[in-house]
Every structure is written in C-alpha cells, then in structure tokens.
C-alpha cells in the first residue's frame, strides 16, 4: 500500500560526501526515467533523465544509472551541498503511459 | 528562466464546493498536465491535455473533476463539489513536445476542504 509520508526512506550524508538514491520500478515496458528533487513547499524539479538505451547519464554533479535487468536506478550526487536537501522522486514513463512517480527519499545534509 | 505559475497557492474551501486551480504554462509549451500529491505522499497523475482536448486521464480524475484551457495562456483545474479526500497539493506542469519531453512543474496550489 502507499507508504505515509513520515516514513519516507530517508538518508543523511555529510556535507562533502556523495550521496546514493536508489530506487527500484515496476514496469518492464517503461523506456523513460527522471529525476526529479522537490524541496520543502515546492513543485518537482528535474534534475536528469535516462532513456533505456543507455545505462549512465552524468550531468553537472550527479550521475544516474540504470539497471534494466534488476528494474533499478540510482542518482548518485557528489559532493553533497545543504542545498542538495530535499525529497528526491524517480519517475517512469512507457510508450503510452503517464508520468509514474516513485514514493521518494528524503535526503538530509548535515553541515 | 521561464516558469510554469500556480494560483492560488492555498485555496480553502468548504465540502461540497466548487473550486477552480489556476495555471499558467511555459509560454512555448503545447502540452499540460495536472498531478495531485496527498500531503506526504508521491506525486499522481490526473490528468494530460494537448489540442484543447484530453489525451489520458487517470482512474482519480472522475467525472467531478474537469479541465480547460479558456485562452492562450491559463489552464484550469476544477473540482465541481470537493470532498474532504480532496485535500492535497495540485501541481500543474507543462512541457514543450509531450512523450518523452521534460515536463516542468509549478510550485502547486494547496487543497484543504474542511
């Protein structure tokens, strides 16, 4: 069932450290993967997407990957800033379908 | 940096009510999108709109729910009589080319139906 919002999985890294979120989705058919960062009060911002075509993307400090086999992605951001805390959502979408969020992380940065 | 925006950003309003959830898309953009996220809960899907006509809704998005894009520049949301189950962000979003497009989201209009 949906998991309440108190129990988000949450991590909490350094400031400085790299920081993993993983996440794991449902459908075989999805070719289509984003990121999304949404800070407290704010809509989703896209960070990075990934199609299935490929299994690394890197942008400006993070990286995603993408494991079609196990159905897993990842967002990998180095270097992790204050301002890097937020709840971090990946997203799915298929040829025909919408936009399926994932259930989040909550990522805390401490200074 | 061009912006989808969102009006109000907390409406409240009593059961029964009608309420109607203002956006404004990235100019350029043709196709528009509203998501409902229940507080502390993941993002989901209502509904897609592109040609002035719906291309996909979702199983939430009954018939107390429509949508319009009355000019050039708004996109409506309304709930004809809102329920307490009602309550939640509404992000409206926007992208340019649809499918695969990135879609930008606004900052959301807060939902309390008391």
């Known amino acids: 069932g949906e998991s309440v919002g108190l129990h988000l999985p949450t991590l909490s890294v350094q400031e400085g450290d790299n920081s993993i979120i993983n996440c794991a989705y449902s459908?075989?058919?999805?070719?289509?993967f984003i990121w999304y960062k949404q800070e407290s009060g704010k809509g989703p911002q896209f960070i990075i997407d990934i199609r299935s075509n490929m299994d690394k993307r890197q942008g400006q400090r993070v990286t995603v990957l993408l494991n079609k086999t196990v159905k897993h992605l990842s967002l990998q951001i180095a270097a992790t800033q204050p301002g890097d805390s937020a709840v971090y959502f990946c997203a799915e979408n298929g040829r025909n379908t919408p936009l399926v969020f994932g259930k989040g992380t909550r990522l805390s940065v401490i200074a | 940096e061009p912006e989808v925006t969102q009006t109000p950003s907390h409406q409240v309003t009593q059961m029964g009510q009608e309420v109607i959830l203002r956006c404004v898309p990235i100019s350029n953009h043709l196709y528009f999108y509203w998501y409902r996220q229940i507080l502390g809960q993941k993002v989901e899907f209502l509904v897609s709109?592109?040609?002035?006509?719906?291309?996909?809704k979702s199983e939430i998005f009954d018939d107390q729910f429509s949508v319009e894009r009355p000019d050039g520049s708004n996109f409506t949301l309304k709930i004809r009589s809102t329920k307490l189950e009602d309550s939640a962000m509404y992000f409206c979003?926007?992208?340019?080319?649809?499918?695969?497009?990135?879609?930008?989201f606004g900052a959301g209009t807060r939902l309390s139906v008391l």
């Open positions: 979003a926007s992208s340019a080319l649809g499918g695969r497009d990135i879609q930008y």
């Open positions: 709109f592109y040609n002035n006509e719906i291309s996909e």
């Open positions: 459908n075989s058919a999805s070719d289509y």
